[in-house]
C-alpha cells in the first residue's frame, strides 16, 4: 500500500525558517511525480511546488518561487519542502501528494492519486 508521511511542520515566527519532509513508501519513489500543496481555513486547496521524478524540473506557484524550495532524494524515498522568509499568509495544513510519471507535471489537486496526512504550519506575526 502506498503511504505518504509529512513531518517537519510547527508553530514559527514572521520571517522564520520551516522544512518540511514527505517520506513515501509501498510505490516506486522514482516513478512519481511529487507535489505540494496546502489549504487554510475557509480557503480551497492550492498549489505550492512540484518536482519531476529525476528532480531536474522544478515547479512552483508564482507568489512563492522566492521564498520555497522543493527537492527529492530518491534514494531515501523523500521530498522535501524549504520554506524562508514565512508570513502569517503561509499558516495553512501542507500536504505532499503524488502521481505517476506523465509528460506534463500536474498543478491541480485532482490530479495527484496519492495523499499524505498534511502538517500543519502556523506562523505568527
Known amino acids: 500500500q502506498v503511504q505518504l508521511v509529512e513531518s517537519g511542520g510547527g508553530l514559527v515566527q514572521a520571517g522564520g525558517s520551516l522544512r518540511l519532509s514527505c517520506a513515501a513508501s509501498?510505490?516506486?519513489?522514482?516513478?512519481?511525480?511529487v507535489g505540494w500543496f496546502r489549504q487554510a481555513p475557509g480557503k480551497e486547496r492550492e498549489f505550492v511546488a512540484a518536482?519531476?521524478?529525476?528532480?531536474?524540473?522544478?515547479y512552483y506557484a508564482d507568489s512563492l518561487k522566492a521564498r520555497f524550495t522543493i527537492s527529492r532524494d530518491n534514494a531515501k524515498s523523500t521530498a522535501y519542502l524549504q520554506m524562508n522568509s514565512l508570513k502569517p499568509e503561509d499558516t495553512a495544513v501542507y500536504y505532499c501528494?503524488?502521481?505517476?510519471?506523465?509528460?506534463?507535471?500536474?498543478?491541480?489537486?485532482?490530479?495527484?492519486?496519492?495523499w499524505g496526512q498534511g502538517t500543519q504550519v502556523t506562523v505568527s506575526s
Open positions: 501528494a503524488a502521481v505517476p510519471r506523465r509528460a506534463v507535471v500536474p498543478r491541480n489537486p485532482g490530479e495527484y492519486d496519492y
Open positions: 509501498g510505490l516506486t519513489f522514482s516513478r512519481y511525480i
Open positions: 518536482i519531476s521524478w529525476s528532480g531536474t524540473g522544478t
